[in-house]
C-alpha cells in the first residue's frame, strides 16, 4: 500500500480552560473542569484515563459534536463554540474524522466494508482531492482483505472495529479521532490498526487522537495525556511521566504522586541549571 505524494497537513488543537457540564434532572455533571491542551499540527497521542474522566467529552467537543459550556477549543482555524451546526457537520465530512467505540455506529451496516470505506472517501473527493489509499489496500493492511465485498453486518465485533477504522483514514483527514480503536481485537490485529494509526500520522501529516485504555496502544505513542475528574492530569513522552504546569501556575501531579503527598505537603523547590525539581524535604532531608 503505498500513499500518493499529496500530503495533508494536520490541525493543530488549543483547550484553554474549557469546562463542559452535562445538565440532568439531579444537577449538572461537571465533565471537564478546566481544560488547557495545547498539541501541535501532525501530533500523534494516547488520551488516557479512569472511566468517566471526561475523555470521550474531550473527543465529542473536538469532533464538534458538542460545544463547550465555558472555555475555547481551536481545532486548526476553527473555533469550535462558534461555528454553527452546518460549518461543525461539514468539518466532520471534510476534515475531522470521528471513530466512535461502536463500530455499528460508524458503518452502513448493509453496505460491504469497501462500499463503506468508499462513502467516507466521497468528503476527501468534495475538497478535490484524490483519496490517497485504495479501499482493498486498506482493508489488506488490517488483514480484512478477503472480506471486502461481505455485508458488515454479518461481520464479527473485531471485524467490524477494523472496517470503520480503514473508513476512518480513508478519507485522509487532518484530525482523526479513535476511541478504544483496539477494544475489540486480538494482539495481530492490534498491531495492524496501531501501523495504520502511524501511517496517516507520518504519511499524510494527520493529527491523530486515540482514546485508550491499552498499555499497548499508549506505549506505542509519542506522547499520552492523562484526563483525572475533568483536567489534564499527567502527560508522558517517550515512556518518561511528566506533571502540567497549568495555566494558573498549578501542578497537576499523578496519583501515585499524590497518596504519597498529603495535602499540605510542603515541597522544596530546587532550581538549578537543568531545571527545577521539587523534592520532600521528610523523604531527602539533605537534598542539595
Ligand atoms: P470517559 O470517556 O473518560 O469515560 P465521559 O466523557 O464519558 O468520560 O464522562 C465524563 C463525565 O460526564 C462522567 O461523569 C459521565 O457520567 C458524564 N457524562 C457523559 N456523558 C453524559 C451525558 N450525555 N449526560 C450526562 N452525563 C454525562
New binding site residues.
Given amino acids: 500500500m503505498t500513499a500518493s505524494a499529496q500530503t495533508s497537513r494536520g490541525l493543530d488543537i488549543h483547550f484553554d480552560g474549557v469546562v463542559h457540564l ?1 445538565p ?1 434532572a439531579e444537577g449538572d ?1 461537571v ?1 471537564l473542569r478546566g481544560v488547557d491542551l495545547d498539541v501541535g499540527a501532525g501530533e500523534e497521542f494516547a488520551l488516557l ?10 473527543l465529542s467537543l473536538l469532533a464538534g459534536l458538542q460545544r463547550p459550556s465555558a472555555g475555547q477549543i481551536k481545532v486548526g482555524p476553527y473555533d469550535i463554540g462558534r461555528l454553527t451546526n452546518r460549518q461543525l457537520l461539514r468539518l466532520r465530512a471534510t476534515e475531522v474524522s470521528l471513530v466512535l467505540q461502536d463500530p455499528a455506529r460508524n458503518l452502513l451496516p448493509y453496505a460491504t466494508p469497501t462500499q463503506n470505506i468508499e462513502f467516507s472517501q466521497r468528503g476527501a473527493r468534495g475538497r478535490g482531492k484524490t483519496p490517497p489509499w485504495k479501499p482493498q489496500a486498506l482493508l489488506e493492511q488490517l488483514g480484512m482483505g478477503r472480506l471486502a465485498q461481505r455485508t458488515v453486518a454479518t461481520l464479527s465485533g473485531g471485524e467490524q472495529q477494523r472496517v470503520a477504522i480503514a473508513s476512518g483514514v480513508a478519507g485522509a483527514p487532518r484530525l482523526l479521532l479513535v476511541d478504544e480503536p483496539t477494544s475489540q481485537l486480538d494482539t495481530a490485529s492490534r498491531d495492524q490498526v496501531i501501523e495504520l494509526l502511524h501511517r496517516i500520522n507520518s504519511e499524510l501529516g494527520a493529527t491523530v487522537v486515540s ?1 485508550t485504555h491499552d498499555p499497548t496502544v499508549a506505549e506505542a505513542m509519542p506522547r499520552t495525556v492523562t ?1 483525572r475528574d ?1 483536567r489534564v492530569g499527567a502527560e508522558g513522552r517517550r515512556g518518561e511521566e511528566y506533571a502540567v504546569v497549568g495555566r494558573d501556575g498549578s501542578v497537576q501531579l499523578p496519583p501515585d504522586v499524590l497518596e504519597r503527598l498529603p495535602p499540605g505537603t510542603l515541597l522544596r523547590v530546587h532550581r538549578h541549571r537543568a531545571g527545577v525539581d521539587l523534592r520532600d524535604p521528610e523523604l531527602d532531608p539533605h537534598g542539595q
Avoid: L
Avoid at 484515563?49 to 474531550?58: A, C, E, I, Q, R
Fill in positions: 452535562y440532568s455533571v465533565a484515563g479512569p472511566s468517566g474522566s471526561g475523555k470521550s467529552t474531550v482514546v484526563i475533568g
